[in-house]
């Protein structure tokens, strides 16, 4: 094709073509009818979706769009809500869909190796198929993959007691911008041996290189659980809830729902009212252990003792896997989230837990005297220090958005807070970045881009 | 002093004064007092130790050397076994050993933070003074600096309860080989807004950076502790063992002790001997807990368990904290191994568990084979994969000590273990760590050392 003249976008299809044969590749109605974002139609945009059924082909693929100065867009279960996912016009993007293996899973060293394409719920199937359990989960389970939760280093319930994604894996393959295999797959719990490149990976947002294989930790699968829900009067309360829960070693969720985000679950039609409405905080306790003679006396003793030292208003505790399902779906309750307050933004914030309280109300009084009466719910994963807040954007007022944006996260530097506790940073918060992270730490995240990436080539507008 | 001809030593030692005052500057004897290395009398050849009293002396210092292409080691307290403090001549070693302020500690927020010079053990104390603790736990920690553990990424005792330093630390300062001040002092525990830059300093043994400061994860001080040993006839029943050890949440040390290791203590004339010697293995089982009515219950039905199901031989359980410290100084007897066994060399090895038996049997069998009949220990961290061996080079022989690292190191590469677990790399194992991890991987790194220190300046043969 040479000299031929074809537009280049044909030329380099072809060629992406030869490389994965044409079941590797996407064109057309085929890529549009990909959304780039879960929560609405964003138009994907992209030359092609090339869909590499190796690490050998991946890295053909982008030593190929390297020499070509092609960029490239990563595209995992495309579930993120930050627009890492978004391909422009010329765009390749890149989805390991195709490579699905879970290759090994070890009960003796707890680990397994899967393939970047592998759904985190496909994972944790398999864990529980071996006695294990892999502790990432996320709503967005069966359609996540490892790859994108791996870029993204996913969070979810379990933080508290297992922590993010990066402290879920142990050791990356990464094919680097310039089709450089990085086999940096460690099965290791210690191994001093230079720097942390795994780490450096996750959450990279795929602009370092594409995850292709990873080995992950599993823990053994636990064989009891206890949850229930709690009415508290004050935050110093929940304050000193969370202190004793963590003192619970079973202890696997400490989710808030503030009033408005209980309120809105209670008289959605849902039967989701648990608890009498009308106090300032509810929270979802969860431990999840193997020792059935003690877990549920544990749980019960710190349900007692907040109880009888005034911490607590009122309390159910599930004592059925139905009744522990339906108390869970009173805290997840998006759908009515997005059927009560659209159009409206949703933030994922972290604040130090010393200063939530104090964040949010200064948030709330700073969006009532400027928008008047709008809608809110907030909750989240306090033991992280990780909210999210949920602001009605009215039809009327589109314009508002940004506005609602610089009052949330104004209020949020003083505080010290984060912009982005799980989400990550994508297409949407770059030019938030800049105002929240100091000069000198861009400086040195974008020096490491450079020596990976020099020509910028991939999802050349996400973080920076 | 420009174009007076002084020698480039003098000068450049002027010029630090200029920045630190005479009490932040260390020259002569005052220098050569120093071993850089914790077992023997490594002569400390450099030029001078500058001593900073704070981030912005610290700076200045570093742009003054950058300036002058003036190689840079740091110093913490010297207790790292890999070389990495070692200082050449015209060398200027740095020391953080007047920045020990604790600066802040939250019992809310559970954090700390702190200058890189204090010790562990003034960090542990002051979390103590709160009813907090530091997880961090090594033999050296009166000595051992944060800034010196978050540059080794030390690991130590509880790492299967609370991770390594890298878990443990939530942001850094950090200085750069240019003087830029890095300020990273995330306190937040999921904060996804770009690159690990906390995770890559920590574990880079001063070659990106110099850790100026940090902040660091507590937990609320453990109120409930049970220690016991317990022989085992099998190593399958010592992993059997370790899976159920798994299961209980409290769990905080799973240490392995081989029969040589064992036999060594039992006749040591030490009086550690709380178990008969002959088994195979010897396994020390911990947990530190918050529930007095729980906790031990839950540790004797562990004990009970193993011994109805034939996975214990004998066991014995401390019933006071003198028992507790006297079954510890039975896995912490080196003072022993050094009486015993020098001159022996020690190796930091970490092995899958499920290969581990496996290796240990190989390398014991090629080094009899080869050098006859020389004395070994091995003991470690198994939950972590982590082992320390020592072996006898004897007297007459002291050019087996190469032989006898090719023949472990050798044997090492087939199982895919790791040439350093929790030591690091320093200076001894650079040769080493070409053959034992990818080109890429090092590729990799090299690209980001030099993108972070051009110049190669700090710490310059440390890693690479």
Chains 1, 2 share one sequence.
Not at 39 to 66: G, Q
Not at 272 to 292: C, K
Not at 371 to 390: E, W
Not at 422 to 444: D, V
């Amino acid at each position: 094709m040479a000299g031929s003249g074809a537009p280049a976008a044909f030329s380099i299809i072809d060629a992406l073509m030869a490389i994965t044969g044409p079941q590797g590749l996407l064109t057309g109605d085929d890529v549009r009818a990909r959304s780039c974002d879960p929560l609405r139609n964003v138009p994907n945009l992209a030359a092609a979706i090339v869909r590499p059924a190796s690490t050998d082909e991946l890295s053909r693929i982008l030593r190929l769009c390297a020499e070509r100065h092609q960029p490239v867009v990563t595209q995992g279960g495309c579930t993120g809500v930050a627009g890492g996912a978004y391909a422009r016009e010329g765009d390749i993007a890149v989805s390991l869909e195709r490579m699905t293996r879970i290759e090994d899973i070890c009960p003796i060293s707890q680990t397994a190796v899967v393939q970047a394409g592998v759904t985190v719920e496909a994972l944790r199937a398999a864990a529980a198929a071996n006695g294990m359990f892999y502790p990432i989960d996320l709503g967005s389970k069966g359609t996540a993959t490892i790859g994108g939760t791996i870029a993204t280093n996913a969070g979810g319930n379990r933080v508290i007691r297992w922590g993010m994604t990066r402290q879920n894996v142990l050791g990356v393959e990464a094919v680097l911008a310039d089709g450089t295999v990085m086999s940096s797959l460690n099965r290791l719990i210690k191994n001093n041996t230079g720097y942390a490149l795994k780490d450096l990976f996750v959450g990279s947002e795929g602009t370092l290189g594409i995850v292709s294989r990873a080995v992950v930790k599993l823990v053994p699968a636990p064989t009891t659980q206890s949850v229930a829900i709690l009415s508290v009067g004050s935050f110093e309360k929940v304050l000193a809830l969370l202190a004793r829960a963590r003192q619970v070693p079973t202890l696997s969720a400490f989710e808030v729902m503030w009033r408005d985000f209980y309120d809105l679950m209670a008289h959605s039609g849902t039967n989701r009212r648990p608890l009498a409405p009308g106090q300032p905080f509810y929270v979802l306790v969860e431990t999840l252990g193997y020792h059935a003679s003690v877990d549920g006396q544990l749980f019960e003793a710190f349900l007692a003792g907040a109880y009888e030292d005034g911490l607590v208003a009122d309390a159910v505790q599930a004592t059925s896997v139905k009744q522990w399902e339906h108390l869970w779906r009173v805290r997840e309750g998006s759908e009515v989230i997005v059927r009560e307050l659209s159009p409206f933004l949703s933030f994922d914030i972290s604040v130090e837990i010393s200063a939530l309280e104090r964040y949010v109300d200064k948030t709330y009084a700073a969006l009532h005297r400027e928008y008047g009466d709008m809608r809110t719910v907030t909750f989240g994963h306090l033991g992280d220090n990780n909210i999210h807040i949920g602001v009605t954007v009215g039809p009327d007022k589109p314009e508002a958005k940004s506005r609602i944006e610089d009052t949330v996260y104004g209020t949020l530097r003083e505080f010290g807070g984060s912009i982005s506790a799980e989400h990550g940073i994508g297409q949407h918060k770059r030019a938030l970045l800049a105002r929240h992270k100091s000069a000198e730490e861009i400086e040195t995240m974008r020096r490491i881009k450079t020596a990976l990436d020099p020509a910028g080539l991939l999802n050349p507008q996400v973080i920076f």
